[in-house]
């Protein structure tokens, strides 16, 4: 039978559709779900992964939501301060906010942290939009310009399974 392929398939343009939907306004996606419907009659599998909104600005790191599954992850992060800042996503068991800082920024070489993937500094009244695949774990999103860490540009963010 070639239906499980299909509906793997499928089931991987609806998570495509779904990131593309939530990143912009609608598009059309309802022919895969029928076939998906039935070849699963448990229903559809919920898409990993996720969407991820929120802002930076003096002095802190705002998202819509702090716990996602794994998976492709889009974060549309606007600047809404009044000067540059960036977005770097920090894996560590460091403490949210207590990364050990070297003069006014902490060490991105640190070994008990990984910068998993960044939005580079982007100005103010602007919005950056990012997807990187993140595995199960704790994270931080961040500013690390001098000084903004230590200022409060901190968010605890988790990762599950
Ligand atoms: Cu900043």
């Not at 939907?21 to 309802?30: E, K, N």
């Not at 998906?36 to 996720?50: C, Y």
């Amino acid at each position: 039978m070639t239906e499980p392929k299909t509906a793997r398939r499928c089931s991987r343009m609806r998570r495509l559709a779904a990131i593309a939907v939530a990143a912009t306004s609608s598009v059309g996606v309802a022919a895969c779900g029928e076939d998906l419907n039935r070849t699963a009659p448990i229903g559809p599998q919920k898409p990993h992964g996720g969407l991820v909104t929120g802002y930076v600005t003096e002095w802190e790191v705002v998202i819509d939501q702090t716990s996602v599954r794994a998976g492709d992850v889009t974060f549309v992060i606007a600047n809404t301060g009044s000067i540059d800042h960036e977005f770097l996503i920090v894996r560590t068991d460091l403490a949210v906010g207590a990364i050990p800082l070297e003069g006014d920024r902490f060490s991105e070489d640190n070994e008990e942290l990984l910068v998993v993937d960044e939005i580079p500094e982007f100005m103010h009244g602007t919005v950056e939009t990012m997807t990187v695949e993140l595995e199960p774990g704790v994270y931080q999103v961040v500013c690390n310009i001098a000084g903004h860490y230590g200022m409060g540009m901190f968010q605890e963010f988790v990762v599950t399974a």
